[in-house]
């Protein structure tokens, strides 16, 4: 071989095992999530363009328009939250502030604070949405949601704790009891839920405070059946076939036999939100061996949660753990993002 040809291969080696393969991966990651972004942007403006709060995806699958827009529209905070989300005040734009004026407000009071936000469905499936050669795979794809993880990490920056269960649940979308989200509803699946609590689960067990609460005893049975979703609803085609899934029914068990799991209001946890933190309430309290304390309200797990929360006018007193769970398209949808005095006083 030439001198100048071998110094030259020399050279192009050397600058190969500068590159790790980690980072060119991640580069390839990076662009495929920002294709993905774009696609479900084109998809979400298509839809509401005609009006249409559904779009239909593969074998059956149904997506909220919300929540595709949810994920094309890029970062929801800071300098384009207002940009990106529908405000009557522009100031209410921006998430961040009010969730960190939340934490602060518990931690002053003792109480802890876990966001939990209940993950977009096309992140987790988007080979049932996306028509990208990339996606088509049945393995466990890319993290996608690449916005909503750099929010997170922005959150727990500054002393916010979340449980991201997009990891988690990637690595088992198919699980042993079916699929972790429902095909044709927004909400994750009874056995989405059940693995959610779970994770809670380990992280409030190895709290102090947490053996000191009287358990119960819960039971759960497991059937599968036809359900009618919210999304196959919001369709009005009443031919469109509907789906099946693993449905798993928690009931307390008394002397008197199974009864159903109620809102605890002496709990020490809160379970604040939307829709999604009701659909978690039983599958958190078999987790936990007692109910929580629910707060939900239908369609804003925001502000106006939290303002539920605060004309109980008692500063949580007795409270431990707050879990704020909501639908991840609160971030860039709803009644926006206002701090609420929750605790007005950090005496206990």
């Known amino acids: 071989m030439c001198p100048c040809r071998q110094e030259a291969a020399v050279v192009l080696f050397s600058v190969c095992l500068l590159v790790p393969v980690s980072a060119v991966r991640a580069e390839e990651t990076t662009k495929l999530a920002d294709a993905f972004r774009r696609e479900m942007a084109v998809k979400a403006a298509r839809a509401q363009e005609f009006h249409q709060s559904v779009v239909r995806g593969k074998a059956g699958w149904l997506f909220f328009t919300e929540e595709l827009r949810s994920l094309g529209v890029g970062r929801f905070w800071g300098a384009t939250a207002a940009n990106v989300r529908r405000a009557a005040n522009p100031k209410n734009a921006d998430p961040l502030a009010a969730i960190v004026d939340f934490h602060q407000q518990l931690k002053k009071a003792g109480i802890r604070l876990i966001l939990v936000p209940a993950p977009a469905k096309a992140a987790l499936h988007p080979g049932m949405i996306s028509a990208l050669p990339a996606l088509r795979s049945p393995g466990k794809p890319p993290r996608l949601d690449i916005h909503h993880r750099e929010f997170y990490r922005l959150l727990s920056a500054k002393g916010v704790e979340v449980l991201d269960v997009v990891p988690p649940f990637l690595g088992g979308r198919v699980h042993d009891g079916g699929f972790l989200c429902l095909a044709q509803d927004t909400h994750l699946s009874p056995t989405g839920r059940a693995l959610t609590a779970q994770l809670l689960a380990q992280k409030v067990k190895r709290l102090p405070w947490f053996r000191h609460v009287r358990k ?26 509907k789906a099946n899934t693993t449905m798993l029914t928690v009931k307390e068990r008394t002397s008197r036999g199974p009864v159903p799991v109620r809102s605890w209001r ?59 769970c909501f639908s991840v398209r609160e971030f860039t949808k709803g009644y926006g993002w206002t701090n609420v005095p929750v605790v007005r006083s950090a005496k206990r």
């Open 216 to 241: 119960r005893t819960f039971e759960t049975t497991e059937r599968r059946l036809e359900y009618t979703g919210d999304l196959w609803l919001m369709l009005k085609d009443p031919t469109y076939p």
């Open 266 to 324: 002496g709990s020490p946890v809160v379970l604040l939100g939307d829709s999604n933190a009701e659909a978690l309430a039983n599958y958190l309290a078999a987790a936990f061996g007692f109910p929580a304390d629910l707060i939900s309200v239908l369609g804003s797990g925001s502000s106006i949660a939290r303002r539920y929360l605060a004309m109980r006018k008692d500063n949580l007193k007795g409270k431990r753990l707050v879990i704020w």
